[in-house]
C-alpha cells in the first residue's frame, strides 16, 4: 500500500460547480499534512495547510479525519484558473514529507 | 526577493556524463530537499539535509550524490551510474521536518 494515495482522475467540471478531492495515508502517526497545487509542467506551490479542526481559505477547505486517515479538499465555485493538479503531502514514518501522485482537475467553461 | 532559484532551467547531457544541478535559496531554511518527477508520476525523495553539512538518503538516492556545505546550498550531481536520468528535478526548502516546502522551479534535464 502506498503511504499517501489520490484518485488520479481527471475531474471535468463545469465553472461554478463544487468539487471534492480525497487523500488516504497509511503512517496513523503523521502529524503534518498539506495540499499543494501544481501547474502543468511547473513546480508545486503550497495551497494550504490542514490542521485538525479543519480550515477555509475562501472558496478552498481542508478537512482531517484521523480516524479514518484521510483528507480531503473541497472547492466552492470553481474557476478556469482552478485547473490544475492537486497535490496531498502528508509527513511519512522517516517524518519526510510523502506526496501524493496528484489529482487531476480540469474547469470548463 | 526571497525564494529558490535552480538553475539551469533546461540541461542537456551526454548519456555517461555527470552533471550538476544548482539550488540556492535565502529563506534561511535548516531544511532542503530534492525530488524527481516523471511524467503523469507524484514526487519521489532523492535526498534531503535537516541541517548543514549533514544529509540523508531518500527513496531513490542510487546515482545521485549531494553536498551541504552551506545553509543556503544544496547541490545534486546526478552521475552516470543513475540509469534513467532524464526527468524534472525539484528543489525545495522547508523550516524543518514537519513544516511545509517551498519549491523551487525546477530543472529538465535531458540525457541522450
Known amino acids: 500500500r502506498k503511504e499517501v494515495e489520490q484518485d488520479p482522475g481527471p475531474f471535468n467540471v463545469p465553472e461554478g460547480a463544487t468539487v471534492a478531492f480525497n487523500c488516504t495515508y497509511s503512517n496513523s502517526a503523521s502529524q503534518s499534512f498539506f495540499w499543494y497545487r501544481q501547474d502543468c509542467r511547473k513546480e508545486p506551490k503550497l495551497l494550504m495547510s490542514?490542521?485538525?479542526s479543519g480550515n477555509e481559505d475562501g472558496r478552498f477547505t481542508a478537512q482531517l479525519n484521523r480516524a479514518s486517515q484521510y483528507i480531503s479538499l473541497l472547492i466552492r465555485d470553481s474557476k478556469l484558473s482552478d485547473s490544475a493538479t492537486y497535490l496531498c503531502?502528508?509527513?511519512?514514518?522517516?517524518?519526510?514529507?510523502?506526496f501524493g501522485a496528484g489529482t487531476r482537475l480540469t474547469v470548463k467553461p | 526577493d526571497g525564494g529558490i532559484t535552480q538553475s539551469p532551467k533546461y540541461l542537456f547531457r551526454k548519456e555517461g556524463q555527470n552533471v550538476t544541478l544548482s539550488c540556492e535559496q535565502n529563506?534561511?531554511?535548516?531544511?532542503m530537499y530534492w525530488y524527481r518527477q516523471d511524467p503523469g508520476q507524484g514526487l519521489r525523495l532523492i535526498y534531503y539535509?535537516?541541517?548543514?553539512?549533514?544529509?540523508q538518503k531518500g527513496d531513490i538516492a542510487e546515482g545521485y550524490s549531494v553536498s551541504r556545505e552551506k545553509k543556503e546550498s544544496f547541490p545534486l550531481t546526478v552521475t552516470s551510474a543513475q540509469k534513467n536520468p532524464t526527468a524534472f528535478y525539484l528543489c525545495a526548502s522547508g523550516r524543518g521536518a514537519s513544516y511545509e516546502q517551498y519549491f523551487g522551479p525546477g530543472t529538465r534535464l535531458t540525457v541522450t
Open positions: 529563506l534561511n531554511h535548516d531544511a
Open positions: 539535509s535537516q541541517i548543514v553539512n549533514d544529509f
Open positions: 503531502v502528508v509527513n511519512g514514518w522517516n517524518n519526510d514529507m510523502r
Open positions: 490542514v490542521y485538525s
